[in-house]
């Protein structure tokens, strides 16, 4: 019989949900502080409303992407796979992630190069993985005494288009993913190396990954460290 509080016990999803949940903590408390100040606060609440939506959007769409995963799990929802222009992607998903960026004062660098050619994928579950994963590295970024870039990057190689998130801040090894999906769920900081906290949104990343047939796995670029995936090129596109 299972014991209330018991980690161990908990399938894969539990143990998601369970991160997810926990993540959502930290902005709910903020909001929660932050309504309590602008209904003393006559005079100046346009700033602390325009955080609050900012921060409200962002746990909404980690839900709504832990969400999006189980229904493709549970095959309540098709996937849609087309060639994906993976540049504009990571545009659209910086453009996303930039207004959670700026609460922290971090900025967002774009790196596909012009050879990153259009991939395979369902466009709506690579994005979702991708933001789900940028809003970690956001705090990771911000949680660094000297705040840096958070850098989204795509290049090809002779294995297909790497796309990811990379830092400044990370400090990863080869065998950081491989320790942290062992014990998520059973520590409440499973990628200290990354982050302060339960870092759900790798995970929800990496489960939103897995059911495109692609993996996360721990990458440098340009002196950056980062969580990256790869990608098939489109066969129908590589000679346009």
Known sequence: MRQAGDRAQLDEQERLFLGVVEQLTRPLLILSRMSEAALTDEHDTTNQWRTAQVLSDTALRLVESYSLSLRIQGKLTPLTFEPVTISSLLYDT??????????????????????????????????????????????????TEQRSQLRLSAHRTRHGVIAGC????????????????????????????????PAAGV??????????????????????????????????????
Do not use: C, W
Not at 119 to 142: K, N, P, W
Not at 213 to 226: K, Q
């Open 94 to 143: 910086a453009e996303r992630l930039a207004p959670y960026a700026r609460q922290y004062g971090i900025d967002i660098e774009l790196d596909t190069g012009p050879r990153a050619q259009p991939v395979v994928a369902d466009r709506v579950v690579l994005q979702s993985a991708f933001e789900s994963l940028g809003q970690v590295f956001v705090i990771a970024q911000a949680e």
């Open 166 to 197: 990379y830092g400044s801040a990370a400090t990863l090894g080869v065998d950081s993913l491989r320790r942290a999906r062992s014990i998520q769920g059973n520590s409440r900081q499973p990628f200290q190396q990354l982050v302060n906290g």
């Open 203 to 240: 995970f929800v990343a990496d489960s939103l990954l897995n059911t495109l047939a692609a993996h996360l796995h721990v990458a440098r670029y340009h002196n950056m460290t980062g969580l990256a995936t790869t990608l098939q090129p489109s066969k129908q596109l590589q000679l346009v």
